[in-house]
T-cell receptor
Framework: GENVEQHPSTLSVQEGDSAVIKCTYS??????FPWYKQELGKGPQLIID?????GEKKDQRIAVTLNKTAKHFSLHITETQPEDSAVYFC???????????FGPGTRLSVLP | DAGVTQSPTHLIKTRGQQVTLRCSPK?????VSWYQQALGQGPQFIFQ???????QRGNFPDRFSGHQFPNYSSELNVNALLLGDSALYLC?????????????FGPGTRLTVL
């Protein structure tokens, strides 16, 4: 089955700097890759997603890139703010409506 | 627009007992998926319901069962609770025939098994 790895497990950056989180997946049939942000005591919140027919997608300070050949995708956060501090999860799924396989998460801390 | 809601928020049970968790999907959604999130880990897929039928199932024993109602809400039942069932249980809703794969999560139910 699908396996998703995520690095780093923890990341600390200074406010205003950029943060990058990388994920790799094993199943070349996967075609949808969402990113979720989870704050303490809350459920995961979708922040951005990308499909396999697109190489890059951007939404204000957040961007995601996908390399299908290498089977990896990355989350980029620019101009980080303290409120960006949370656990970030990547996920992969194969078909429309199918379940997600999540990575183990990255704890991001933005230091003021 | 109401998002995904779950009840209860917290629950404490003892080993061997049974528990029922509830989920109401986001307005307009017809598909509900359940995930288990152990402390410090990513969510793991339990099963998915659409049109009141279980459509997919992850690697969870038969002690985990579910139901979907005509109004698209859903229940997760766990029998014969084990200590290892302690986790955050997340419900996610989506539209089966809509924007593919986009799932929105509820706040979760924290289950503690003593």
């Amino acid at each position: 089955g699908e396996n998703v790895e995520q690095h780093p497990s923890t990341l600390s950056v200074q406010e205003g700097d950029s943060a990058v989180i990388k994920c790799t997946y094993s199943d070349s049939a996967s075609n949808y890759f969402p990113w979720y942000k989870q704050e303490l005591g809350k459920g995961p919140q979708l922040i951005i997603d990308i499909r396999s027919n697109v190489g890059e997608k951007k939404d204000q300070r957040i961007a995601v890139t996908l390399n299908k050949t290498a089977k990896h995708f990355s989350l980029h956060i620019t101009e980080t703010q303290p409120e960006d501090s949370a656990v970030y999860f990547c996920a992969a799924s194969k078909r429309t409506g199918q379940n997600f396989v999540f990575g183990p998460g990255t704890r991001l801390s933005v230091l003021p | 627009d109401a998002g995904v809601t779950q009840s209860p928020t917290h629950l404490i049970k003892t080993r061997g007992q049974q528990v029922t968790l509830r989920c109401s999907p986001k307005s307009g959604h017809d598909t509900v998926s359940w995930y288990q999130q152990a402390l410090g880990q990513g969510p793991q897929f339990i099963f998915q319901y659409y049109e009141e039928e279980e459509r997919q199932r992850g690697n969870f024993p038969d002690r985990f069962s579910g139901h979907q109602f005509p109004n698209y809400s859903s229940e997760l039942n766990v029998n014969a609770l084990l200590l290892g069932d302690s986790a955050l249980y997340l419900c996610a809703s989506s539209l089966w025939a809509g924007a593919p794969d986009t799932q929105y999560f509820g706040p979760g139910t924290r289950l503690t098994v003593l």
